[in-house]
Structures are given as structure tokens and as C-alpha cells.
């Protein structure tokens, strides 16, 4: 089992940027993949970005550039660096974890909203 604890959502304007914190515990020591995921009200969760532990990483199209998945393993964290934000990011992004298995792990989820 892993757990995932997620921080950093909120409100900001269209060109600002902010970082989304993905806490893990429980057998880190499994996981393979770590990433980030975003919902909006009647759309398909999507995949943002990913990176796994052989150092192969992916990116929605419309966020390649200006979003970037890294981790820290002193701390068993994974980031979400988001530039220039733009209204269309708005959505609940969620942390996502694929361990051995294979078995999928999500976070709780948080709110982030761009303003025009």
C-alpha cells in the first residue's frame, strides 16, 4: 500500500506559476511511475505528466514547456512546476502513483484555479 498527501493548490492569475507537492509513504519502495493527473467537471481525468524511474517522462501536449514532473527521493515527493499558467489549467490535478503489480495510487486531489 502507498499513501499519497497532496499541497499547494489555490488561486492565481493567467502568467503566474505555482508547485504541487505529492507526499508518498507505505512501500515507496514499489512505485515506478509517479505523476500528475487533472479533472474538470464532465471531462475525463487526463494525464499531465509522468516520469518514471528509469527517467522516461511524458507531457500532455498543451503543457509540454511550461509544466515540469520532478522528485525528490531524500523525501519520497514529486512536484508539479507550473509556468505560465493559463485558465485552461484550471482543474483539480491529482497525484498519481503506478507500483509494481501493477496497482494505481491516487492523492486526494487539489483545486487550482487560473484567473484571466
Known amino acids: 500500500q502507498v499513501q499519497l498527501v497532496e499541497s499547494g493548490g489555490g488561486l492565481v492569475q493567467a502568467g503566474e506559476s505555482l508547485r504541487l507537492s505529492c507526499a508518498a509513504s507505505?512501500?515507496?519502495?514499489?512505485?515506478?511511475?509517479w505523476g500528475w493527473y487533472r479533472q474538470v467537471p464532465g471531462k475525463e481525468r487526463e494525464l499531465v505528466g509522468r516520469?518514471?524511474?528509469?527517467?522516461?517522462?511524458t507531457y500532455l501536449d498543451s503543457v509540454q514547456g511550461r509544466f515540469t514532473v520532478s522528485r525528490d527521493n531524500t523525501k519520497d515527493t514529486v512536484y508539479l512546476e507550473m509556468n505560465s499558467l493559463k485558465p485552461e489549467d484550471t482543474a483539480v490535478y491529482y497525484c498519481?502513483?503506478?507500483?509494481?503489480?501493477?496497482?494505481?495510487?491516487w492523492g486526494q486531489g487539489t483545486q487550482v484555479t487560473v484567473s484571466s
Open positions: 498519481n502513483v503506478v507500483t509494481y503489480g501493477p496497482h494505481n495510487y
Open positions: 507505505g512501500r515507496v519502495f514499489t512505485i515506478y511511475a
Open positions: 516520469i518514471t524511474i528509469d527517467g522516461r517522462s
